[in-house]
């Protein structure tokens, strides 16, 4: 199974900060990449798929970029709505996998 | 607006079983392969099921293969997971959510709202 590792798993940050999340992949996965947002109580929400393509209706201060094995999502200027739980996720073979999680606190 | 409605969830005893149920609304079900994800209390987002659109590929993960069935009834517009001997980290909220994309695999969006199931001794 390919294993995602997302750093880190906490993050303390303030409105108005850009923030960068960090996913690797165990092996290559091109740009079969995922970014989910998690609110408590709430189902995962998606943000970008095949690593940078920002899904309808997310804003554009959120980007995502890297390929292979090494994989980024940014925060620019961080809204208040945006504190929550961020997820990525491989889907270049079954099973899918996510990584652990990044819970960006506010500061 | 896509809605996907889990429901079947509860508390069930160690060994037990349940049925989980997933239904779709205003968007073509029978064209998109399903997934079911669950997520523990507190913890992170396990994949655990695929469906194709046809019901010809199946895909589980390890932890719950020989222990859980995945099914659809497109002209229902729903999707099932048959659970069996349950066991107390089956604990979790169980979402259903359609593949994204054309490949073999795919992302996964929209999601249901999730259905709590809890095992218990």
């Known amino acids: 199974d390919i294993q995602m590792t997302q750093s880190p798993s906490t993050l303390s940050a303030s409105v108005g900060d850009r923030v960068t999340i960090t996913c690797r992949a165990s092996q290559s996965i091109s740009r079969w990449l995922a970014w989910y947002q998690q609110k408590p109580g709430k189902a995962p929400k998606i943000l970008i798929y095949k690593a940078s393509t920002l899904q309808s209706g997310v804003p554009s201060r959120f980007s995502g970029s890297g390929s292979g094995t090494e994989f980024t999502l940014t925060i620019n200027t961080l809204q208040p709505e945006d504190f929550a739980t961020y997820y990525c996720?491989?889907?270049?073979?079954?099973?899918?996998?996510f990584g652990g999680g990044t819970k960006v606190e506010i500061k | 607006e896509v809605q996907l409605v889990e429901s079947g969830g509860g508390l069930v005893q160690f060994g037990g079983s349940l049925r989980l149920s997933c239904v779709a609304s205003?968007?073509?079900?029978?064209?998109?392969?399903m997934n079911w994800v669950r997520q523990a209390p507190g913890k992170g987002l396990e994949w655990i099921s695929y469906?194709?659109?046809?019901?010809?590929?199946?895909i589980y993960a390890d932890s719950v293969r020989g222990r859980f069935t995945v099914s659809r009834h497109n002209a229902e517009n729903s999707l099932y997971l048959e659970m069996s001997s349950l066991r107390g980290d089956d604990t979790a909220v169980y979402y259903c959510?359609?593949?994204?994309?054309?490949?073999?695999?795919?992302?996964?969006?929209?999601w249901g709202q999730g259905t709590l199931v809890t095992v218990s001794p």
């Open positions: 959510a359609p593949k994204g994309g054309s490949g073999y695999v795919g992302w996964l969006d929209p």
């Open positions: 469906i194709s659109a046809s019901s010809a590929t199946i």
């Open positions: 205003e968007f073509a079900f029978s064209d998109f392969g």
């Open positions: 996720q491989q889907y270049d073979f079954y099973p899918v996998t």
